[in-house]
């Protein structure tokens, strides 16, 4: 009984002390968010290729694998052509998928999806190309941005558009690859506009981000270079089981820029969280000693060390579940299985070693900023 | 190459870490050893959703009460991404099955390491979908959770008077600060695994149109943005539970034995 008082107390009190100006925020955003998501589901006029809502759907049985007892589908598929010359008109399709669906999609009423048309006699009839998936990207971005604003007012704003920016940056700065510049080179200067501009707009232009990107540039080095001897040293890399290889101009280059730019996110987190804690510590107290200072900052490290190497292994984990799954039930033995997977390994590895390099030396840089570079700056 | 990386990785969680090192590393061991066993079963043809929510159940129940103890900052967390999972549960079972994000998507089929395999699995790729979206996201909702769990305590150690409201402000606030690092050790993460992809992408002519309908991307990006989801939700859920446990130790007391906050209460008793 106490429990549900508290519980619409709690609320009342919410809403009361929540300013004005935030719910009409809110409000806003919330509609602004509502219209771009109803656009995105009408919005197809935006593509030349021929877009059909499937409205009817019979599946039948074709055959069963002998063997793998995998079962196959026939689908007979009509619906109507939402834009291009023959909009309104119907057409039928045809599809073909297995239970598993590995390499093929079941389709039902109420998709949509692009197909290449072919007009005659009978009617029209094309074939499935891909499925509209871009009303689902704007569902789940849309419930993003609206949390974000809900729970962190202005913070989230920021966030938000360095995402935005950094995704933009990445994607332009690719195009920049395909016309023959080195992918390296390219990520390096990548990981400079990536550390300064996140950082700086995550946490402002103050001097412990400046600290902080001075000890992410720093560990990331260090750990480029251990990775680089390791490199030498040992038989190095099988790049022929990466993800996405055909086509691409260097291999080595590549993977070197995916664990790069990987363990970049990591090593940032962790050199901020020093910085400030470090910084706190010496506003505080002016007259605090060297030592001091180091044990609170192993203190700090030793807090978010755990944790960070934990999502950088689920975030590398779960990328691959499919393809273990598949290689497994193809009788491929885990042991070649794990040899396999170069990149997500590496990555998981190099990130963890960059996470705990990091912690020594953001502190150190920190210490020397803050305490040592105190009169000089 | 990988077993000389994993022997400095040890050496150097003992070097940088001491005595939490080894804490760290045997979590590290256990909760990769449970997802071997989640995917093991899963190629056994066990429900993929299900294993998913017992396996991510019982790394929640590892890394928080074994890494950190059982206080009221833990049962707390616990609490809250239990109740996260839930709800992005449903949230990404809509989304991979109307997006049809499982599978193998349309560039890495065409690749000869795919290509020779059997697609004959008998495992619904939907299923996995939802186990991989699931399993990128609690590492980060269990750093937020506690990570705003044990700021609350702080707060309240130092402070005993504030009141519950004041609790779950502080809380808020510190979630915002935290939340920007969090998003980006997601985002760069997933960024660098699927760089190689963005550039074939590019190679192939990809524009935006195409790339937001593509598989490939989507079933990367989708991943992204429920887990930073699951970052921003855990971080109210949690400033609420945290604060209304520290309030209420009385409702909680047979959890809270061995909490260092409420043994003076505890002795009382």
Redesign the interface.
């Known amino acids: 009984m106490l ?1 549900k008082f ?1 519980a619409v107390n ?1 609320i009342c ?2 809403i009361k ?1 929540i300013e004005k100006k935030y719910i009409i925020l809110n409000l806003v955003v919330m509609i602004v968010l509502i219209i771009g998501v109803i656009i995105i589901f009408n919005n197809y006029e ?2 030349d290729t021929t877009i059909v809502k499937i409205k009817r759907v019979e599946s039948s049985l074709s055959n069963v ?1 002998s063997g ?3 079962k196959y589908y026939d689908q007979e598929i009509s619906g109507i052509i939402m834009n291009g010359d023959f909009k309104g008109q119907s057409a039928s399709l045809k599809n073909e998928y ?8 079941k389709y039902k009423p109420g998709d949509e999806v ?1 197909i290449k048309i072919n007009a005659n006699d009978n009617g029209i009839s094309g074939s499935i190309l ?5 009303k ?2 704007a ?3 849309a ?2 941005i609206f ?2 604003f809900v ?3 202005k ?2 704003f ?2 938000f558009i ?2 935005f920016v ?2 933009c940056v ?2 332009y700065a ?2 920049l ?2 016309k023959g510049y080195n ?1 390296l080179i390219i ?1 390096i200067c990548l990981v400079l506009f ?1 550390t300064f501009f ?1 950082l700086i707009f ?2 402002g232009l103050k001097k412990k981000t400046f600290v902080a990107i001075l000890s992410t540039l720093i560990s990331l080095f260090i750990t480029m270079i ?1 990775f680089k001897i ?2 030498i040293y ?4 099988d790049y ?9 101009n260097s291999l080595s280059g ?1 993977f070197l ?10 090593i ?2 962790v050199a ?2 020093e910085a400030s804690a470090i910084n706190e510590l010496v506003n505080i107290n002016k007259e605090i000693s060297i030592k001091t200072l180091i044990k609170s900052g192993y203190e700090v ?3 978010i ?15 691959i ?10 009788n491929i033995k885990i042991s070649t299985i ?3 997977i170069p ?5 998981f ?5 960059g996470v ?2 990091a ?2 030396i953001s502190l150190f840089t920190s210490i020397v900023i803050f305490k040592k570079l105190r009169r000089l700056i | ?2 077993k ?3 022997v ?2 040890v050496i ?2 003992y070097i ?2 001491g005595n ?2 080894i ?2 590393f045997k ?2 061991f256990f ?2 050893a449970v ?1 071997s066993l989640s ?2 079963l ?2 056994y043809g066990w429900d993929p959703v299900i294993v998913t929510f017992i396996s991510s159940l019982i790394i929640c129940y590892i ?1 928080l009460f074994y ?1 950190n103890g059982k206080n009221s900052k833990t049962i707390a967390s616990f609490f809250s991404v239990v109740v996260v999972l839930l709800v992005l549960f449903s ?1 990404s079972y809509y ?1 991979g099955y ?3 994000l ?3 998507d ?6 000869d ?2 290509d020779m ?10 299923k ?2 939802v ?3 699931i ?6 909702a ?2 937020a959770s ?2 705003i769990a ?1 700021a609350v305590y702080e707060v309240y150690k130092n402070n005993r008077c504030l009141n ?2 004041e609790l ?2 502080s809380g ?1 606030n510190i ?3 935290i ?15 699927s ?6 992408l ?2 192939y002519k990809y524009s935006i ?1 195409d790339l ?4 490939a991307f ?1 079933q ?4 992204i ?5 699951a970052c ?2 855990v ?2 859920l949690t400033a ?1 539970i945290v604060s ?1 446990i520290l309030k ?1 130790p009385n ?1 909680f007391e047979k959890h809270l034995l061995k909490d260092e906050l409420f043994l003076d209460f505890n002795k009382e008793k």
């Open positions: 429990a508290d709690i009190n919410c002390k935006w593509y694998q793998t007892e995998e297995s239970l598993s669906g590995v390499l093929d999609d692009f891909n499925l509209k998936r871009d689902y990207m569902i789940v971005l419930l993003f949390l974000l729970v962190t007012n913070k989230g920021f966030i360095s995402l950094n995704i990445l994607w690719l195009a690859n395909h992918i990520s990536f996140s995550i946490s251990i390791f490199m040992t038989q190095g890399v022929t089981y990466m993800e996405y290889n055909t086509g691409q590549l820029s995916q664990i790069l730019i990987g363990g970049m996110g990591a940032m987190d901020i969280t490290g030793y807090d060390m755990g944790t960070m190497i934990n999502i950088l292994l689920f975030t590398y984990i779960c990328g579940i499919p393809l273990i799954i598949l290689k497994m039930k193809n794990v040899t396999q990149m997500e390994i590496y990555g590895m190099i990130g963890s070693i705990l390099l912690i020594p | 190459m990988i000389a990386l994993a400095v990785l150097l969680l940088v870490g939490r090192g804490i760290t979590s590290l909760n990769i997802l995917i093991l899963m190629t890394t890494q949230l989304v109307e997006a049809h499982g599978g193998i349309e560039i890495i089929r065409y690749e390491e795919i395999l059997s697609h004959d699995i008998n495992i619904n790729m939907s996995i979908a186990a991989m979206i399993t990128g996201l609690i590492g980060a269990i750093d506690i990570a044990s519950l409201m779950f402000k808020i979630g915002s600060d939340l920007g690092a969090s998003v980006n050790t997601l985002f760069f993460a997933c960024l660098g695994e760089l190689s992809m963005f550039a074939l590019k190679i149109l937001i309908n593509s598989k989507c990367e990006f989708i991943n943005i429920i887990s930073c989801i921003i939700l971080i109210p609420i209304y209420n409702k």
